[in-house]
């Protein structure tokens, strides 16, 4: 019962050992891509809302739209981009950003 592995047994053991590890790292990579992609945007949308609280509201646009960019399915970012879209007179293009956060809240709820 108290055999050894023999060097080909470790070999194989050391193998799928690795390739276990290999296959854990890949499927953490895809979520961790995700989790910067989200915290990206969180930092873009929080400099949109201070841009916005000063009065900038051609900056808080840029940083809306760039969080939008970095995650198309966010609404607070359609959100804000409305916001500042609507105080810089450019009322088409803030109602569709109204529409596009209204649209992807709603998906958010099912």
Not at 63 to 79: G, L, M, S, T
Request: hydrophobic share 45%; with cysteine; net charge positive.
């Amino acid at each position: 019962m108290g055999r050894s592995l023999t060097g080909f047994g470790r070999v194989v053991l050391v193998a799928l050992t690795l390739a276990s590890l290999s296959a854990c790292a890949r499927t953490e990579r895809p979520q961790r891509a995700a989790e910067d992609k989200a915290a990206r945007a969180q930092a873009l949308i929080e400099a949109g809302n201070e841009a916005y609280r000063v009065g900038d509201y051609r900056m808080a646009a840029r940083r809306y739209a760039a969080a939008a960019v970095v995650r198309k399915d966010d609404p607070a970012a359609y959100f804000g981009m409305g916001m500042a879209l609507s105080k810089l007179g450019r009322d088409e293009e803030a109602r569709t950003a109204y529409a596009r956060a209204r649209e992807l809240a709603l998906k958010q709820r099912r």
